[in-house]
């Protein structure tokens, strides 16, 4: 039955209500057909995994669509041109990144004006196609998760021979204050979206398609379920869940579904979930039925810092500066500038960086907005944080081991579990920047398991070698031993015959290898 999950909702514990602001943005209707930018900045690891390889050069000409950066170890994703033109360099350039900016290997294209499309490849009845040639299709695209995790879609649209999924989640929630391109999206573009979630169905063999969005978003539930009546899938399903922060996280979300928990450093499969963003469903639907990669999505531009907040379709590459321009330009001062949410974002130093594939809201805050950061209290132990995490943390406790450096301790508490969805820093009452402390710990934690992976490496290799040269001695001793014993028991007159013999061979080798 279509509807088993969803006709009940359960809880997930903690979480917050927050003011959303999203209706700044999402009074009108999104904005394409910004002019193309002369110059795309388009870097080479937009995704999580390995960096797509380059395979133009600087001074080759490219079309819109074409592949320029190839996605081709197991975790990664190909770069495509959004526009046709010429390939200036292949250079390190200013990209977005936690730290607000930093340099990364980029392609750099001047665009021509043109627009020109490569030679397009779609498919309008996509269940004529088996899961693996939609799989395929969605690596060749350079399609990731548009919700802000970018890890290759097409690596969880694979089928484990050992686990069945049952349920395909689209993740409309956007409990982000402020981020609203995927409600604007739902809102515009439901038929994509509703057909995406049919393929990763398909791709999957799954049971059902569930398409998750927030109770607030009236217009967007209306639109999809008029969708989805229209096309007459029954395996297909639009539920609300509540309004509370961070309802979008996966496992939250999941929670709220099925009632059932992912379990501690798990996979939603595990439980037989796979859960995919709205806006990669629609990547989706457009790389199958229209041989369209991933070369544009929607962004939010807002925040009290904009003139006309707005949601845009932005060609990847784009500097933020003209989305920004797009909208009107700034209010005056903006003295925080954060790529994402308040609350999950990241404080940028300019808005001179190209939007890229996991660039969904541009904030723009103006001076009242912004609270000057107080001072660190010692914790109090109020308990505050406890009640608000949603990943069922003792924020407190992971807080003490991340201060004292005790890696272990803050790994067994659950470190990995955290979301970062900063709740518990909101409420903390005596202003601890728990995330960050947080982040750090587990950048120390990651560094030190790959330096053990590393040391691990070198033992093995070690040893590999040390086996393979006393195989090879145990086989040289083995060897003269027969030569002695072989010796030992012929005549010594056939043992000299042989001896010459064996030199002559080897004399006439050297010289026939001296000639040649
Ligand atoms: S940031 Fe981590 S510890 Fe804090 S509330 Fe969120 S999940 Fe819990
Ligand atoms: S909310 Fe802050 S002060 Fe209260 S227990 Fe948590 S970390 Fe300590």
Same mark, same amino acid.
């Given at each position: 039955?279509?509807?088993?999950?969803?006709?009940?909702?359960?809880?997930? &514990?903690?979480?917050?209500?927050?003011?959303?602001?999203?209706?700044?943005?999402?009074?009108?209707?999104?904005?394409?057909?910004?002019?193309?930018?002369?110059?795309? #900045?388009?870097?080479?690891?937009?995704?999580?995994?390995?960096?797509?390889?380059?395979?133009?050069?600087?001074?080759?000409?490219?079309?819109?669509?074409?592949?320029?950066?190839?996605?081709?170890?197991?975790?990664?994703?190909?770069? &495509?041109?959004?526009?046709?033109?010429?390939?200036?360099?292949?250079?390190?350039?200013?990209?977005?990144?936690?730290?607000?900016?930093?340099?990364?290997?980029?392609?750099?294209?001047? @665009?021509?004006?043109?627009?020109?499309?490569?030679?397009?490849?779609?498919?309008?009845?996509?269940?004529?196609?088996?899961?693996?040639?939609?799989?395929?299709?969605?690596?060749?695209?350079?399609?990731?998760?548009?919700?802000?995790?970018?890890?290759?879609?097409?690596?969880?649209?694979?089928?484990? #021979?050992?686990?069945?999924?049952?349920?395909?989640?689209?993740?409309?929630?956007?409990?982000?204050?402020?981020?609203?391109?995927?409600?604007?999206?739902?809102?515009?573009?439901?038929?994509?979206?509703?057909?995406?979630?049919?393929?990763?169905? &398909?791709?999957?063999?799954?049971?059902?398609?569930?398409?998750?969005?927030?109770?607030?978003?009236?217009?967007?539930?209306?639109?999809?379920?008029?969708?989805?009546?229209?096309?007459?899938?029954?395996?297909?399903?639009?539920?609300?869940?509540?309004?509370?922060?961070?309802?979008?996280?996966?496992?939250?979300?999941?929670?709220?579904?099925?009632?059932?928990?992912?379990?501690?450093?798990?996979?939603?499969?595990?439980?037989?979930?796979?859960?995919?963003?709205?806006?990669?469903?629609?990547?989706?639907?457009?790389? #199958?039925?229209?041989?369209?990669?991933?070369?544009?999505?929607?962004?939010?531009?807002?925040?009290?810092?904009?003139?006309?907040?707005?949601?845009?379709?932005?060609?990847?590459?784009?500097?933020?500066?003209?989305?920004?321009?797009?909208?009107?330009?700034?209010?005056?001062?903006?003295?925080?500038?954060?790529?994402?949410?308040?609350?999950?974002?990241?404080?940028?130093?300019?808005?001179?960086?190209?939007?890229?594939?996991?660039?969904?809201?541009?904030?723009?805050?103006?001076?009242?907005?912004?609270?000057?950061?107080?001072?660190?209290?010692?914790?109090?132990?109020?308990?505050?944080?406890?009640?608000?995490?949603?990943?069922?943390?003792?924020?407190?406790?992971?807080?003490?081991?991340?201060?004292?450096?005790?890696?272990?301790?803050?790994?067994?508490?659950?470190?990995?579990?955290?979301?970062?969805?900063?709740?518990?820093?909101?409420?903390?009452?005596?202003?601890?920047?728990?995330?960050?402390?947080?982040?750090? @710990?587990?950048?120390?934690?990651?560094?030190?398991?790959?330096?053990?992976?590393?040391?691990?490496?070198?033992?093995?290799?070690?040893?590999?070698?040390?086996?393979?040269?006393?195989?090879?001695?145990?086989?040289?001793?083995?060897?003269?031993?027969?030569?002695?014993?072989?010796?030992?028991?012929?005549?010594?007159?056939?043992?000299?015959?042989?001896?010459?013999?064996?030199?002559?061979?080897?004399?006439?080798?050297?010289?026939?290898?001296?000639?040649?």
């Amino acid at each position: 039955m279509a509807t088993e999950i969803g006709n009940r909702l359960w809880r997930f &514990h903690g979480g917050l209500k927050l003011r959303n602001y999203k209706v700044m943005s999402t009074d009108h209707a999104v904005l394409h057909g910004l002019p193309i930018p002369e110059q795309l #900045i388009l870097p080479i690891s937009q995704h999580m995994g390995i960096p797509a390889r380059p395979v133009v050069e600087p001074g080759d000409k490219v079309l819109k669509g074409q592949v320029v950066a190839i996605g081709d170890g197991f975790v990664s994703a190909s770069v &495509h041109a959004p526009s046709s033109g010429t390939v200036t360099a292949i250079a390190k350039r200013l990209v977005p990144s936690a730290a607000g900016g930093t340099m990364g290997i980029s392609i750099v294209l001047e @665009t021509d004006g043109e627009d020109k499309w490569i030679q397009r490849d779609g498919i309008r009845n996509f269940e004529t196609l088996a899961p693996d040639e939609i799989r395929a299709r969605v690596s060749n695209a350079g399609i990731v998760g548009l919700g802000g995790a970018v890890f290759p879609s097409h690596i969880k649209l694979m089928r484990d #021979i050992h686990q069945t999924v049952e349920t395909v989640i689209l993740n409309g929630v956007e409990c982000e204050p402020y981020i609203s391109c995927d409600e604007m999206l739902m809102r515009e573009r439901a038929v994509p979206v509703v057909t995406g979630g049919r393929m990763m169905r &398909h791709a999957l063999e799954a049971k059902r398609c569930i398409i998750a969005i927030e109770d607030h978003m009236e217009l967007a539930g209306r639109v999809l379920r008029g969708v989805v009546a229209e096309i007459g899938d029954d395996r297909v399903s639009v539920v609300d869940v509540p309004t509370i922060y961070p309802q979008g996280g996966e496992r939250q979300l999941i929670e709220t579904l099925t009632g059932q928990q992912v379990p501690s450093g798990g996979l939603p499969v595990q439980i037989g979930v796979v859960c995919h963003n709205v806006a990669t469903a629609a990547a989706v639907q457009d790389a #199958i039925t229209d041989g369209i990669p991933l070369i544009s999505r929607y962004v939010t531009v807002t925040g009290p810092g904009v003139k006309n907040p707005s949601n845009v379709e932005a060609l990847i590459g784009t500097p933020l500066s003209q989305l920004i321009e797009a909208c009107g330009g700034y209010t005056g001062d903006v003295p925080m500038l954060i790529l994402g949410g308040p609350m999950m974002g990241y404080a940028m130093s300019t808005d001179d960086l190209p939007v890229i594939k996991a660039t969904n809201c541009v904030l723009a805050l103006v001076s009242e907005d912004v609270r000057e950061t107080q001072k660190e209290m010692p914790c109090i132990g109020c308990m505050e944080c406890v009640n608000v995490c949603p990943a069922d943390l003792l924020p407190q406790t992971l807080f003490l081991h991340a201060k004292e450096r005790q890696l272990e301790q803050a790994r067994s508490y659950g470190i990995f579990d955290c979301i970062e969805c900063g709740c518990c820093a909101y409420v903390c009452p005596s202003h601890i920047p728990l995330v960050d402390y947080y982040r750090v @710990t587990k950048n120390r934690i990651w560094k030190i398991d790959e330096q053990r992976q590393k040391a691990e490496h070198a033992r093995r290799r070690h040893e590999f070698r040390e086996r393979r040269r006393q195989r090879q001695e145990t086989a040289r001793t083995d060897h003269l031993r027969e030569r002695e014993r072989a010796l030992d028991t012929k005549d010594p007159q056939d043992a000299i015959a042989e001896a010459v013999k064996r030199s002559r061979q080897h004399r006439a080798r050297r010289h026939r290898k001296d000639k040649d």
